[in-house]
């Protein structure tokens, strides 16, 4: 399987191959397939149960990393300046905006969809969607865009995958986010000849 011609990786990125510019994209990426590793290595789905502060904590944070390190791997491919790579700080929703553009966001997403079925849906979740006519609750769950927007509410501002803070939180299933983020590394890594991914196994 290619994973650039599945996400429909736009034919114009990159939109240089320069040495600066290649450098850039891959610095990026491979951080973020570090920290990609340090999240599955804290966290996985083999059964382990961990304190939830430890999910609270050091897996959103290594997975909104992750993310944000991916997306901005695409964005200085698609041309964006170091300057305005910047201005997204941690904001992982605006930054994916601008990524779903370099791509066929729905096939990014049958992909996404295709590679966390064996998933198990959360009871609360499934619960949502009892009404008739109701969206299939096992396919919402997995929206990696929907997904993205819980981990954002936590790891941008005000940062509590970082910093405790009183109250109850909603948190995302890290999997289904980090799966699409080894989809855009490996898409990446495809049209560049490079290996992106050293630590992702």
Not at 2 to 8: L, N, R, T, V, W
Not at 48 to 55: A, D, E, G, M
Request: aromatic residues 12%; contains cysteine.
């Amino acid at each position: 399987m290619s994973y650039e011609s599945e996400i429909g990786l736009r034919k114009a990125w990159p939109t240089s191959k320069s040495v600066e510019t290649v450098e850039a994209m891959s610095g990026y990426a491979r951080f973020a397939a570090s920290y990609m590793k340090a999240a599955t290595a804290i966290y996985s789905l083999d059964g382990c149960t961990y304190p939830t502060l430890i999910f609270a904590g050091p897996v959103m944070q290594m997975t909104g990393l992750a993310t944000e390190l991916t997306f901005k791997s695409m964005l200085r491919g698609a041309g964006s300046s170091e300057k305005t790579l910047r201005k997204y700080s941690h904001n992982i929703v605006g930054a994916f905006e601008q990524v779903s553009q370099l791509i066929d966001k729905s096939a990014f997403q049958r992909l996404v969809w295709a590679n966390t079925k064996h998933l198990t849906t959360p009871t609360e979740v499934v619960e949502r969607y009892v009404e008739p006519g109701s969206p299939s609750p096992h396919l919402s769950w997995r929206f990696f865009e929907g997904q993205l927007h819980i981990l954002d509410e936590v790891y941008d501002k005000p940062y509590r995958s970082r910093y405790f803070q009183a109250g109850p939180v909603v948190l995302p299933e890290p999997y289904i986010i980090l799966v699409g983020v080894k989809i855009l590394l490996n898409a990446m890594s495809e049209r560049l000849d490079i290996d992106l991914l050293p630590y992702s196994e």
